[in-house]
């Protein structure tokens, strides 16, 4: 599997596919039992952990389905820990702009139970956004998150597609309105990429059109399992 620079890529998947654990292998959270993983082309599959960790500080940053806020202190600070600089309150704010939070009500609040999911969920992909890596990973951003909240998160997404597309991307969700800015859709099943194409070729399998039956053959064919 290549996932394409500057690129937004989707994964789907039943529960169990092993769309969490791809993540986490592209990311380094975890080592292949098997196979090698390469950013760019320099191998990482068998470096030692301090380089791993250096690369994952500089390179990744991930928003997993829970939160993982560290509670009780301000946005600004939170922002301050995630990018490993003392941002200005000018540039923080520019940060929570683009998550469509109005900066002057969020720099100073506390990260604390007052905030909604969706005003959570924002912030944390903040703080992705403020350490400027090269590979963004989104494990079902819209978990947790009420319907008004998933309106705002697929602006957020809207925009990053437009202001950050030298980043890249890579998405876990089971939202059409997500799966729709993406430019590549990834079909896993049983631990095993049963599709992999562009969102045109991918998406109307998903959404039970007739070229669906292909894919759905392919399916079952792969799993034993109707598609």
């Known amino acids: 599997l290549t996932i ?3 690129t937004v890529t989707a994964l789907q998947g039943p529960s169990g596919s092993g769309k969490t654990t791809l993540l986490s ?3 380094c959270m975890a080592r292949p039992t098997s196979g090698r993983i390469f950013l760019g082309e320099r191998e990482l599959t068998s470096l030692p952990e301090r380089f791993l960790t250096d690369i994952r500080r500089r390179t990744f940053g991930f928003v997993f389905q829970q939160f993982n806020l ?3 202190i301000t946005v600004l600070d939170l922002l301050r820990i995630a990018s490993g600089k003392r941002l200005s309150v000018s540039e923080a704010c520019a940060i929570l702009s683009e998550v469509g939070l109005c900066a002057r009500d969020y720099v100073n609040r506390e990260v604390n139970g007052s905030l909604s999911g969706g005003e959570l969920k924002r912030i944390e992909i903040a703080t992705v956004l403020t350490r400027g890596t090269q590979l963004s990973v989104f494990d079902e951003p819209e978990a947790g998150i009420d319907l008004w909240s998933f309106q705002n998160l697929i602006s957020v997404f809207e925009r990053m597609r ?3 597309s ?3 991307i890579l ?3 089971h939202q059409e309105r997500i799966l ?3 430019d590549e859709i990834i079909v896993l099943a049983e631990g095993k990429i049963v599709s992999h194409g562009s969102r045109a070729e991918i998406l109307p399998t998903l959404l039970g059109t007739p070229s669906a039956v292909s894919a759905c053959a392919q399916l079952e064919k792969t799993t034993g399992k109707e598609g």
């Open 166 to 168: 030298d980043r890249t």
């Open 171 to 173: 998405v876990i969700s």
């Open 180 to 182: 729709n800015i993406a």
């Open 70 to 72: 560290i509670k009780g």
């Open 162 to 164: 437009q202001v950050r």
């Open 25 to 27: 292998l592209a990311g």
């Open 4 to 6: 394409a620079a500057r």
